[in-house]
């Protein structure tokens, strides 16, 4: 399709997965290619360097996991350099590669360049973590539109031009953070009334938890530590992540790996079953713990549970049954689902893309500030003075926000000021986070001066703050604008990333396949399979997945196009060792499916 203008794309950049959907012949929809709407956000370099992004690499963790990055989401906003391969990358370096290629397949289905989008992050995110994701983004080759929480993204796509006023809870429990909003829905206005969350916390939390329970009872069996070799503990890993969704529909999950480690030459297998109540009691602290997010976040809202109208879920942790379970407990009446848990939040961004962009389609959106930002100040005695940490924008403001408050110097002749601008909830500054600071020089250089300074702050809808410090008398300003994650770092760095990556861009295009469309469509496999010395032998078991793929289930099918897709490119490198360990975990599965 081409337009004369291209659409803003709205991003769901996720901890696990990330989802790219689009507002395109007057309907919002999820972009799939290979039949499936979900990027693995895993990036990694292969052996002879060559850059692999989504299932390619997350199969890669297999056999080389010093060559892969997975779950960089959870360190965004961080002032550090992961190491893949031999080369250090930034959380944003990496986050953008992974944009990137959302942009590419956005790019495929309008038939031209995408240059704008709407990303999404946890309601809990700092400054930090927000402008991190709006710096991927940007390295990414992206303007930044708007970033937009996650459950409020998700409120977007539920009721839209439905009438009178209906309060509703979103409970965000993806692969590695969890938020809760509280939104009120009145005459096509979508107020976010609170948010509370967890950047911590999500269903990766929940398989280490069941991944150390395995090997734990492997380890009294046998003796051996599966954990300690990653390629070991990667399999073990996805066993455990198929074993939880498994419980998610039954009440006992078998873990059936062959080969798994060796004792004396002895090849061990691990066969075991795990009861849902035994992976229940290893989680509950951390359900518990959404449970007190929930609780924090009704009580800002001034609500009660009885005054919630709809329990609305999303991310795909939230099909754990002990959430569903705690939340009837609550509120006394069922959660539910009415879009796919895992492409709520990508539907919202795209709508939310598309009003930016004019489009009519019917929600307006209050959202509010998830965290409170304010300045140290001294207070007490001029000689001893204790530092405070003092709220001007307080959490669960309205956005935009405009706040100010007065200051007095502490001394009569004092000509500087010094300005600390921190986020957090504690009274106690170190508490908080500092995320600049500035100096308001030349006070007191006037008749006029009185010791009197008014701090002012802005929170735009983007997460932009600005903080501007005026003596009240002369009206001598200076101002700090947190708007960039690297712009405490020089723009010669910024710079290098630029150039780096656009490198590593250019190599990863001139080397990838052309896109099929039709398998984009279709969602199908593809009839061509690799062939040659290492592609020959697969070959009936390429048929084998393409046989019990017409009869499997959406959610076994997507699990064996992905591991034919990533043993394609296996073969496609020549990596036997990863050819080797995909080729067990596709076996398995199509054992499982079909016996």
């Known amino acids: 399709m081409n337009t004369s203008t291209a659409p803003v794309i709205g991003i769901d950049l996720g901890t696990t997965n990330s989802?790219?959907?689009?507002?395109?012949?007057?309907?919002?929809?999820?972009l799939e290619e290979d039949g499936s709407a979900l990027l693995p956000s895993v990036v990694g370099l292969t052996i002879d360097g060559k850059l692999i992004t989504g299932t390619q690499a997350r199969n890669q963790l297999v056999a080389f996991p010093d060559r892969t990055i997975a779950s960089v989401k959870r360190r965004m906003g961080e002032a550090i350099r992961l190491k893949m391969a031999d080369q250090e990358f930034s959380p944003q370096e990496i986050s953008a590669i992974i944009l990137r290629k959302l942009r590419e397949r956005a790019e495929r289905a309008v038939g031209q360049p995408v240059s704008q989008a709407v990303i999404t992050v946890p309601a809990f995110f700092n400054e930090n973590q927000r402008q991190a994701t709006r710096e991927a983004g940007e390295l990414a080759g992206l303007q930044v539109q708007r970033i937009i929480n996650e459950p409020t993204a998700a409120s977007l796509v539920y009721h839209a031009g439905q009438s009178g006023r209906r309060h509703l809870m979103i409970y965000d429990l993806g692969g590695g953070t969890f938020d809760?909003?509280?939104?009120?829905?009145?005459?096509?206005?979508?107020?976010?009334?609170?948010?509370?969350?967890?950047?911590?916390?999500?269903?990766?939390?929940?398989?280490?938890?069941?991944?150390?329970?395995?090997?734990?009872?492997?380890?009294?069996?046998?003796?051996?530590?599966?954990?300690?070799d990653p390629a070991t503990r990667w399999r073990l890993l996805q066993a455990c992540e198929q074993a939880k969704r498994e419980l998610?529909?039954?009440?006992?999950?078998?873990?059936?790996?062959?080969?798994?480690?060796?004792?004396?030459?002895?090849?061990l297998n691990l066969m075991l079953d795990v009861e849902r109540h035994e992976y229940e009691e290893l989680i509950l602290p951390l359900v518990e713990q959404t449970i007190r997010c929930v609780?924090?976040?009704?009580?800002?809202?001034?609500?009660?549970?009885?005054?919630?109208?709809?329990?609305?879920?999303?991310?795909?942790?939230?099909?754990?049954?002990?959430?569903?379970?705690?939340?009837?407990?609550?509120?006394q009446h069922e959660p539910h689902w009415a879009i796919n848990p895992d492409l709520a939040v990508a539907?919202?961004?795209?709508?939310?893309?598309?009003?930016?962009?004019?489009?009519?389609?019917?929600?307006?959106?209050?959202?509010?500030?998830?965290?409170?930002?304010?300045?140290?100040?001294?207070?007490?005695?001029?000689?001893?003075?204790?530092?405070?940490?003092?709220?001007?924008?307080?959490?669960?403001?309205?956005l935009p926000a405009r706040y100010e408050e007065p200051f007095s110097t502490m001394y009569e002749d004092q000509v500087a000021a010094e300005i600390h601008v921190y986020q957090g909830e504690s009274p106690r500054l170190e508490d908080n986070q500092e995320l600049?600071?500035?100096?308001?020089?030349?006070?007191?250089?006037?008749?006029?001066?009185?010791?009197?300074?008014?701090?002012?702050?802005?929170?735009?809808?983007?997460?932009?703050?600005?903080?501007?410090?005026?003596?009240?008398?002369?009206?001598?300003?200076?101002?700090?604008?947190i708007q960039n994650a690297l712009s405490a770092q020089n723009q010669e760095f910024r710079q290098q990333a630029m150039e780096r990556l656009g490198a590593m861009f250019s190599q990863a295009d001139a080397t990838a396949p052309a896109a099929n469309s039709e398998r984009v469509i279709a969602g199908s496999l593809t009839p061509g399979s690799p062939t040659g010395s290492l592609g020959d032998p697969l070959q009936p078991l390429f048929r084998r997945a393409a046989e019990?793929?017409?009869?499997?289930?959406?959610?076994d099918v997507e699990e064996i196009d992905e591991l034919v897709d990533g043993l394609r490119s296996a073969v496609e490198l020549e990596d036997k060792e990863l050819i080797k360990a995909v080729q067990a975990e596709l076996e398995d599965l199509l054992f499982y499916i079909g016996g």
């Open 180 to 228: 809760v909003s509280i939104v009120r829905m009145e005459d096509g206005v979508i107020e976010v009334l609170s948010s509370k969350g967890d950047t911590q916390l999500g269903g990766d939390d929940f398989d280490r938890l069941l991944t150390r329970f395995v090997a734990d009872r492997f380890s009294t069996q046998h003796g051996v530590d599966l954990t300690e």
């Open 248 to 267: 998610s529909e039954h009440t006992t999950a078998a873990l059936s790996e062959e080969f798994i480690a060796t004792v004396d030459g002895k090849p």
């Open 436 to 481: 600049g600071s500035f100096v308001l020089e030349g006070l007191n250089q006037s008749k006029q001066s009185d010791g009197k300074v008014i701090v002012r702050f802005e929170l735009t809808l983007d997460g932009t703050l600005s903080v501007t410090a005026v003596e009240r008398r002369t009206g001598i300003a200076k101002s700090l604008k």
């Open 19 to 30: 989802v790219v959907a689009v507002y395109l012949d007057g309907q919002v929809r999820v």
């Open 347 to 398: 539907l919202g961004a795209a709508t939310q893309a598309a009003i930016q962009s004019g489009a009519s389609l019917g929600p307006v959106l209050v959202d509010v500030a998830t965290h409170s930002l304010g300045v140290r100040a001294a207070s007490g005695d001029p000689f001893a003075p204790e530092l405070v940490y003092v709220p001007i924008i307080h959490r669960n403001s309205p």
């Open 548 to 555: 019990l793929r017409q009869s499997a289930t959406p959610e």
């Open 295 to 331: 609780d924090q976040a009704l009580h800002d809202a001034n609500l009660t549970p009885s005054q919630i109208d709809e329990l609305i879920l999303v991310g795909g942790s939230s099909r754990t049954p002990l959430v569903q379970q705690r939340l009837r407990q609550e509120f």
